[in-house]
């Protein structure tokens, strides 16, 4: 069964629509107050938006167009919600608080404690069934959050951040576990890591100012970003700008020459991108001789360490670009912000790709 | 958890200060009870009159207190989570006792329920009399107690906020079974203190009572209105029950502070 989405909220200038398949992972993500939050809020109906729908299958979630206002409150949706903090109910044990799903929809204490402990068992967990969690420790939480969320049997799994709260010990065995289980289940995972979105989910949506700016298979996205957003989160650099023969310009005129990806004829005049990585840049101070190509004078904002490398960031936002370069060679240059150099970009690791 | 040797912030004076006021509260309390007579004690608070006053005060502060829960609850519910016109206009009536005279209260109650009253004219037909029975008594104390409860609870349900309802109700749960098995055991702290104090305010409610039940004896005649009524002929009885009065008093506010104390252990955190 699909889900299908189509919902506006203007007070929230929110605009998006989705669809997932059956047993696909999405991942979202985007910058802070992009509108994920609502879109879940939207999904599991704690938020109402202006107009739109939504369905699952033959289902339908809520429909407010067309003079119809058909609204589905949460607890029909089959869509439950896992936040960036477990709330687990703080006075029942993590038996109970798994059992609490089966129980809401009917079944007996017994039958819904042993669906439970399945469920317990399903997050390594099942050791913890008789604690309060107040005895628990984030990440254990969580992975009891996680059983309950699954053992209420959910159509469509919403998960909002489940790792952001834990420390970095917990997060590993938690993404482990979220692999296992979301494997050939409908899930919305919004995220900022991009580990997450390559180890979870088969598709990625990119959200921006409550607007969808790109969607994509994982690793589409994140190896060939179209969004500066997506490239942020891929370490790229990213250019926009009109396909050449050889490369792209950019509208302020500088030319990036590099390889057009395989399997795509480019027309010249097209819209295109052009993404390297910070470790393709090479920074020299003064002219440069020899080749010209994809050298460009830039003024540096911003030193700062990365890994072992130095990462030099240069130029305003929208047309930004880093460049990693050795601690030493950082000293030997004299680099300091607001210095004017040069970037060089080695053609081979510019790939070029329509935008 | 009080340190000793934390920095306080408080000025010394602030100390005088504080003894003055509990000093205010303490001796009526000292002064009242260097008036008892102990070796009368005991049969003074067990005569038949006392023993009907002080009956009839349990079993109608109890009743009031069960009344309390009832509406309460769903009051505390709608003001802390509701959302509807009126909204603020509604809290303000339902804390006006809190601040009304009780015996204003009364009064008005009287001209709903009274043989002449708003409703009591309906009720009277149907052959209900309520002014100056026992169920009077249980709804002037009702009056006056209930705004207890709601202003606990709602501050209840306000610090618990409602996300741990959210995800109850996308696990399955239906808005009954959410506040059963979610709300009302997360602020069951916050309900019980309320419940202390909405008993201990029907326990010594006189004002009301008094203008809307009267005072016949084991009817109407609550302790708090024996207490007045002997203090006119035999004042060692009246300062007997007084203490009794004092005795039920401190009892129902360590049993609120101990429901308090135990309101606030990390479990509950927001």
């Not at chain 2, 708003?118 to 009277?124: A, T």
């Not at chain 2, 209105?225 to 009885?237: C, K, P, V």
Request: with cysteine; hydrophobic share 50%; charged share 15%.
């Amino acid at each position: 069964m699909t889900f299908e989405l189509q919902a506006s909220l203007r007070s929230r200038n929110f605009e998006m629509s989705l669809s997932l398949k059956d047993g696909e992972t999405v991942a979202i993500l985007g910058p802070n107050g992009a509108g994920k939050s609502t879109l879940l809020g939207v999904i599991a109906g704690l938020l109402r938006p202006d107009s739109g729908s939504a369905r699952i299958g033959d289902k339908e979630l809520f429909n407010l167009d067309g003079g119809t206002h058909l609204w589905s409150p949460p607890h029909l949706r089959g869509t439950a919600l896992l936040a960036q903090e477990a709330l687990l109910f703080p006075h029942l044990n993590a038996l109970d608080n798994v059992a609490f799903g089966p129980r809401s929809a009917g079944a007996s204490t017994a039958a819904a404690r042993e669906t439970a402990h399945h469920w317990l068992e399903e997050v390594d967990a099942a050791n913890l069934a008789k604690r309060k969690p107040a005895q628990l420790s984030g990440g254990q939480a969580q992975r009891v959050a996680v059983a309950r969320a699954l053992a209420a049997e959910p159509e469509l799994l919403l998960l909002d951040e489940p790792m952001a709260a834990l420390d970095i010990h917990a997060a590993p065995l938690l993404r482990r576990v979220l692999k296992r289980v979301l494997q050939d289940r409908k899930a919305i995972i919004v995220t900022h890591d991009v580990l997450d979105a390559y180890m979870l989910a088969d598709r990625v949506i990119v959200v921006e100012k409550g607007h969808i700016t790109e969607v994509g298979a994982t690793r589409q996205v994140l190896e060939r970003p179209r969004s500066h957003f997506a490239a942020g989160l891929a370490g790229l650099n990213l250019v926009t700008g009109t396909i050449t023969e050889d490369g792209i310009t950019t509208p302020d005129g500088r030319v990036f020459a590099g390889h057009h990806d395989s399997g795509w004829s480019p027309s010249p005049g097209q819209a295109g991108v052009a993404a390297f990585p910070p470790s393709s840049v090479s920074v020299f101070l003064g002219d440069v001789h020899g080749s010209p190509r994809n050298s460009f004078p830039v003024t540096i904002t911003d030193l700062e360490p990365h890994g072992d490398q130095i990462r030099v960031r240069a130029g305003d936002s929208a047309q930004a670009l880093s460049a990693d370069i050795t601690p030493a060679a950082s000293a030997d240059l004299g680099l300091v912000p607001g210095m004017d150099v040069r970037f060089v970009v080695k053609s081979a690791l510019v790939s070029v790709y329509p935008a | 958890m009080k340190t000793a040797t934390g920095y306080q912030g408080i000025p010394r004076w602030i100390y005088a200060v504080a003894a003055v006021g509990g000093l205010l509260v303490v001796l009526p309390l000292v002064a009242m009870l260097a008036k008892v007579n102990w070796p009368q004690f005991v049969p003074l608070i067990t005569s038949e009159s006392s023993l009907a006053a002080l009956g009839l005060s349990l079993r109608t502060s109890a009743a009031s207190t069960v009344l309390c829960i009832v509406l309460g609850i769903p009051l505390a519910l709608v003001l802390a989570r509701g959302e509807f016109p009126g909204q603020r206009l509604l809290r303000a009536f339902v804390l006006l006792p809190l601040v009304l005279p009780p015996v204003v209260g009364g009064i008005a109650l009287l001209y709903t329920f009274g043989r002449q009253g708003l409703l009591g004219k309906s009720l009277e037909a149907a052959g209900i009399q309520i002014a100056f029975s026992t169920t009077a008594v249980v709804l002037a104390q009702t009056f006056v107690a209930l705004p207890f409860l709601v202003v606990s609870l709602e501050g209840a349900l306000r610090s618990a906020g409602n996300r741990y309802e959210a995800v109850a109700a996308t696990l399955g749960a239906r808005p009954t079974t959410v506040l059963r098995r979610v709300t009302l055991p997360l602020v069951l702290p916050g309900l019980a203190s309320g419940a202390v104090l909405s008993f201990a305010r029907s326990l010594g409610e006189f004002g009301a009572t008094l203008t809307f039940a009267g005072s016949l004896e084991g009817v109407t005649r609550t302790l708090p209105l024996e207490i007045y009524l002997q203090r006119e002929t035999d004042a060692d009885a009246a300062v007997a029950l007084s203490l009794v009065l004092v005795a039920v008093a401190v009892a129902v506010v360590g049993l609120s502070y101990g429901a308090r104390r135990s309101s606030t252990p990390a479990e509950v955190r927001p």
